[in-house]
C-alpha cells in the first residue's frame, strides 16, 4: 500500500524554525518527486515546489523561493520541509504528495498534511 | 488571484450532471496536461483525473475530464450527496522557469 505519512502538527512562534517531515512508503521512493503543496485556512491550494529524492534537484515555486527549503534522506524514504524563520503568516496546513504513479504532473498520493501554526 | 480560473460553487441535485470549468492560458492548459482533485472535507486532496481525462483505479466512471484549448473541465454524472467537496483543477505552467499552478478551486454543493 502506498503511503506518505507526514509529522504532526505544530504551534511556533515567530522567528522560530522548523522542519516536518513526509515519509513515504509502498513504492521507489527515489524514483518519483516530492511536492509540496501549503493550504492557509479557508483558502486553496498552492504548490511550493517539488524535489528529485534521486539527486535533491530542487524547484521552488517564485511565491516561496528563499523563504523555505526542501531536503530528502533517500535512504530513509522522507522529505522535509524547513523554515529559518517563521512567520505568523506562515500559518497553514501543509501537504506532501509524489507524482507516483502516472507521473504526468499529477500527484498520485498525498500525505494526511501537517497543521503549523505559527502564533505569538 | 490563481493563474487557473475556476467558480467558486457549483451545486446540484442527486443524480444530475454537474460540470466545473477551468480556464487557464497558453502557457498552462493548452500546452500542457490538466489534472483534478477532489477534496472532500477534512481531508487531503485525492487524484481524480490526470492527463486531461484519464481516470486512476478506484475512481468511478461518473467522473469525467477533458480539454479544448485553453480550458478544461470535469463533469460529475449521477450526482451523489458524496461527492460534495472542494475541486481543484492543476497544471504545469511554463512561465516564471515553469511551475505547477492550481486553480482556486470550486465548493461543490449536493442539494
Known amino acids: 500500500e502506498v503511503q506518505l505519512v507526514q509529522s504532526g502538527a505544530e504551534v511556533k512562534k515567530p522567528g522560530e524554525s522548523l522542519r516536518i517531515s513526509c515519509k513515504g512508503s509502498g513504492y521507489i521512493f527515489s524514483n518519483y518527486w516530492i511536492t509540496w503543496v501549503r493550504q492557509m485556512p479557508g483558502k486553496g491550494l498552492e504548490w511550493m515546489g517539488r524535489?528529485?529524492?534521486?539527486?535533491?534537484?530542487?524547484k521552488y515555486s517564485p511565491s516561496f523561493q528563499g523563504h523555505v527549503t526542501f531536503s530528502v534522506d533517500k535512504s530513509s524514504s522522507i522529505a522535509y520541509l524547513q523554515w529559518s524563520s517563521l512567520k505568523p503568516s506562515d500559518t497553514a496546513m501543509y501537504y506532501c504528495?509524489?507524482?507516483?504513479?502516472?507521473?504526468?504532473?499529477?500527484?498520485?498520493?498525498w500525505g494526511q498534511g501537517t497543521l503549523v501554526i505559527v502564533s505569538s | 488571484q490563481s493563474v487557473l480560473t475556476q467558480p467558486p460553487s457549483a451545486s446540484g441535485t442527486p443524480g444530475q450532471r454537474v460540470t466545473i470549468s477551468c480556464s487557464g492560458s497558453?502557457?498552462?492548459?493548452?500546452?500542457?496536461?490538466v489534472n483534478w482533485y477532489q477534496q472532500l472535507p477534512g481531508t487531503a486532496p485525492k487524484l481524480l483525473v490526470y492527463g486531461n481525462d484519464q481516470r486512476p483505479s478506484g475512481v468511478p466512471d461518473r467522473f469525467s475530464g477533458s480539454k479544448s484549448g485553453t480550458s478544461a473541465s470535469l463533469s460529475i454524472s449521477g450526482l451523489q450527496s458524496e461527492d460534495e467537496a472542494d475541486y481543484y483543477c492543476?497544471?504545469?505552467?511554463?512561465?516564471?522557469?515553469?511551475?505547477?499552478?492550481f486553480g482556486g478551486g470550486t465548493k461543490l454543493t449536493v442539494l
Open positions: 492543476a497544471a504545469w505552467d511554463d512561465s516564471l522557469n515553469g511551475r505547477s499552478v
Open positions: 524535489i528529485d529524492p534521486s539527486d535533491s534537484y530542487t
Open positions: 504528495a509524489t507524482t507516483y504513479p502516472y507521473r504526468s504532473g499529477s500527484f498520485g498520493f
Open positions: 497558453s502557457s498552462n492548459i493548452e500546452t500542457n496536461t
